[in-house]
C-alpha cells in the first residue's frame, strides 16, 4: 500500500477547511503540490456573502482542452468542538477518522496521489481542479461557471460513494414563500388577519399537489423516480395574543434532471392564485434563493463504461446534490465517484476505510493513463 497517500491524507485534515473560513491555507498546501508535479496553477479569488475570501484551484498539466479532470471540493462542514481527532487523522480497525477524511479530503489525496504515480507518462492534457464552498451550495464550482474556467472533456468528481460510480443527480432548489396577513388584537379577530391561518392553507395546497401533479413526471433510475417537495421551516406571529402578520415558509423542491428547475416556483403561483380567489385579502409572495439543475450522463458513457469496470459495481444515481451540473454547463461529461460512503459524512466520527482509499487512488491512476496517458 502506498503510504504516503495517508500521509497526505493527513495532511490535508489537519488544516481547518471549514465552509465558514477561507480555504487559503487548504489551497496553498495544494498548490504546493501540484507545483511540485509541474502543474500550471491559476487561483480564482472570490468573497463570499460574509466577505470572507475563498479560492478555487486549477491545475493543469499540457496545452489545450484537457481529456480528464479529477475535481475535489476542499471545504467541509463543521464539527464539533469535542471531537479532539477532527484535525489529527487516527486510524482504527481499518479506518481513518477525522473531518473531511470522507467528504471529500481522501478523494483529493487520491486525485494527487493519481498525478504523482503518472508523472511523465501522460501525452494529453490532464486537470486536477479544487473548489471552494461546495458545502454551501456549490458557490466555487458556481464562480467557475461564471468565469468559463475548468472546461474538460471529462471530469471525475470526487463524493463518497463506496467507489460506485454515480452518473445522475436530482437538482436541488430553494424558494421562501411570504404570507402576509394584518396584525389585531386576538380577542377581536375580525379586526385582522392571521398570515398563519392563510399559510396553512396553502401549506395544505402545496402538500396536495407534492403528492400528486409533481409525482406525474418520473424518471425510472431514481429513487424516488419523482421530484420531491419539503416545507422544511415555517415561522411566524409575535406573541399569543396578537393576530399574526406575517409568516414564511422555507420551500425546498429537487427537481429531475430532465424537469425544469422552476416547476415547483409556477405551481406555487399558481396555487398563491388559488388562494386570493378564495379569499380576495390573501397576500403572499416567492422568493427565490437557490436554482440548481441536475445532470444525467448516459450509462454507456466512456467514463461512467470505466469507472463501472474498475470499481467492479454498476453505475447508479442519487437523489442529492453535486458539482456534477455546474461541470456539465463547463462542457464536460461528469461521473461522481469517490471513497467512503455518504452515510458517514457531516458528523462526528466520519472516517474513511483504508482499503477504498487505495483502491480509489489505484482506479483514479488507471483513469489518468487511459484517457490522458
Known amino acids: 500500500m502506498n503510504s504516503g497517500l495517508v500521509t497526505l491524507l493527513r495532511e490535508l485534515v489537519a488544516v481547518d477547511s471549514t465552509s465558514t473560513r477561507t480555504n487559503l491555507p487548504m489551497v496553498e498546501v495544494l498548490q504546493r503540490h501540484l507545483v511540485s508535479l509541474g502543474f500550471a496553477c491559476e487561483v480564482q479569488r472570490y468573497r463570499d456573502d460574509a466577505g470572507v475570501e475563498k479560492a478555487n484551484l486549477i491545475g493543469q498539466l499540457g496545452e489545450g482542452l484537457p481529456e480528464l479532470a479529477l475535481v475535489g471540493h476542499s471545504d467541509c462542514v463543521p464539527f464539533d468542538a469535542s471531537w479532539a481527532e477532527a484535525l489529527t487523522l487516527t486510524e482504527r480497525d481499518g479506518k481513518l477518522y477525522g473531518r473531511g477524511s470522507c467528504d471529500t479530503k481522501a478523494f483529493i489525496a487520491c486525485a494527487i496521489t493519481a498525478?504523482?504515480?503518472?508523472?511523465?507518462?501522460?501525452?494529453?492534457?490532464?486537470?486536477l481542479l479544487f473548489t471552494a464552498d461546495e458545502e454551501l451550495g456549490c458557490v466555487g464550482a458556481k464562480k467557475l461557471l461564471e468565469a468559463g474556467?475548468?472546461?474538460?472533456?471529462?471530469?471525475?468528481?470526487?463524493?463518497?460513494?463506496?467507489?460506485?460510480?454515480?452518473?445522475?443527480?436530482?437538482?436541488?432548489?430553494?424558494?421562501?414563500?411570504?404570507?402576509?396577513g394584518k396584525e389585531g388584537h386576538s380577542a377581536y379577530p375580525d379586526t385582522g388577519a392571521s398570515a398563519i391561518f392563510r399559510g396553512?392553507?396553502?401549506?395544505?395546497?402545496?402538500?396536495?399537489?407534492?403528492?400528486?401533479?409533481?409525482?406525474?413526471?418520473?424518471?425510472?433510475?431514481?429513487?424516488?423516480?419523482?421530484?420531491?417537495?419539503?416545507?422544511?421551516?415555517?415561522?411566524?406571529?409575535?406573541?399569543?395574543?396578537?393576530?399574526?402578520?406575517?409568516?414564511?415558509?422555507?420551500?425546498?423542491?429537487?427537481?429531475?434532471?430532465?424537469?425544469?428547475?422552476?416547476?415547483?416556483?409556477?405551481?406555487?403561483?399558481?396555487?398563491?392564485?388559488?388562494?386570493?380567489?378564495?379569499?380576495?385579502?390573501?397576500?403572499?409572495?416567492?422568493?427565490?434563493?437557490?436554482?440548481?439543475?441536475?445532470?444525467?450522463?448516459?450509462?454507456?458513457?466512456?467514463?461512467?463504461?470505466?469507472?463501472?469496470?474498475?470499481?467492479?459495481?454498476?453505475?447508479d444515481t442519487v437523489s442529492f446534490g453535486t458539482e456534477g451540473p455546474q461541470l456539465a454547463a463547463l462542457g464536460a461529461v461528469p461521473v461522481v465517484f469517490g471513497p467512503g460512503d455518504i452515510t458517514v459524512a457531516h458528523q462526528t466520527g466520519e472516517y474513511v476505510p483504508v482499503d477504498e482509499l487505495h483502491r480509489a487512488a489505484a482506479i483514479l491512476e488507471a483513469a489518468v493513463l487511459h484517457f490522458c496517458g
Open 149 to 180: 474556467k475548468g472546461k474538460t472533456r471529462r471530469a471525475i468528481i470526487g463524493e463518497p460513494t463506496s467507489l460506485r460510480p454515480i452518473r445522475a443527480n436530482k437538482g436541488y432548489c430553494l424558494a421562501e414563500i411570504d404570507v402576509v
Open 115 to 127: 498525478a504523482k504515480q503518472t508523472q511523465g507518462k501522460l501525452k494529453k492534457p490532464f486537470m
Open 200 to 315: 396553512a392553507r396553502l401549506l395544505t395546497k402545496l402538500e396536495q399537489y407534492s403528492k400528486g401533479t409533481l409525482r406525474e413526471q418520473t424518471h425510472p433510475d431514481f429513487v424516488p423516480g419523482f421530484s420531491t417537495l419539503n416545507v422544511g421551516m415555517a415561522s411566524g406571529g409575535k406573541a399569543k395574543n396578537v393576530i399574526p402578520g406575517h409568516m414564511r415558509l422555507t420551500l425546498e423542491w429537487r427537481p429531475l434532471p430532465n424537469q425544469s428547475t422552476d416547476v415547483v416556483l409556477h405551481a406555487v403561483e399558481k396555487l398563491i392564485e388559488e388562494c386570493r380567489a378564495e379569499e380576495p385579502g390573501f397576500v403572499a409572495t416567492v422568493r427565490p434563493l437557490r436554482m440548481d439543475r441536475g445532470y444525467d450522463t448516459a450509462g454507456d458513457a466512456d467514463v461512467v463504461a470505466f469507472l463501472a469496470k474498475a470499481s467492479g459495481k454498476a453505475a
